[in-house]
Nanobody, 122 residues
Framework: QVQLVESGGGLVQAGGSLRLSCTAS????????MGWFRQAPGKDREFVAA????????YYATSVKGRFTISRDNAKNTVYLQMNSLKPEDTAVYYC???????????????WGQGTQVTVSS
């Protein structure tokens, strides 16, 4: 059974930083794209960032570009999201996802984590 498990969420003040991790088990995603999405209360889930299996291609939502950095360690089957200069509007449940990179970027991945809460106080 495939599982994506996120960790690293929490409460942080505006301007602070958090690092999210997502570890996959049940299969190897080393040749798949992996990414992060988020969903704020009352809003649709939105794309945040994605990375190809080599790390050669990286994609960011405009709202997080320059503040968030996605990376991955294929040996550990883990993807990371370093979030700096956090804003209250970054408050959301953050989800890890995995699939072929076009499906991840298009918001249609087959594999999802359970989500981790990130709350940014003003």
């Amino acid at each position: 059974q495939v599982q994506l498990v996120e960790s690293g969420g929490g409460l942080v003040q505006a301007g602070g930083s958090l690092r999210l991790s997502c570890t996959a088990s049940g299969r190897t995603f080393s040749r798949d794209g992996m990414g992060w999405f988020r969903q704020a209360p009352g809003k649709d889930r939105e794309f945040v960032a994605a990375i190809t299996w080599t790390g050669a291609n990286i994609y960011y939502a405009t709202s997080v570009k320059g503040r968030f950095t996605i990376s991955r360690d294929n040996a550990k089957n883990t993807v990371y999201l370093q979030m700096n200069s956090l804003k209250p509007e970054d408050t959301a449940v953050y989800y890890c996802a995995a699939d072929q990179i076009p499906r991840v970027v298009d918001g249609r991945p087959d594999y999802w984590g359970q989500g981790t809460q990130v709350t940014v106080s003003s």
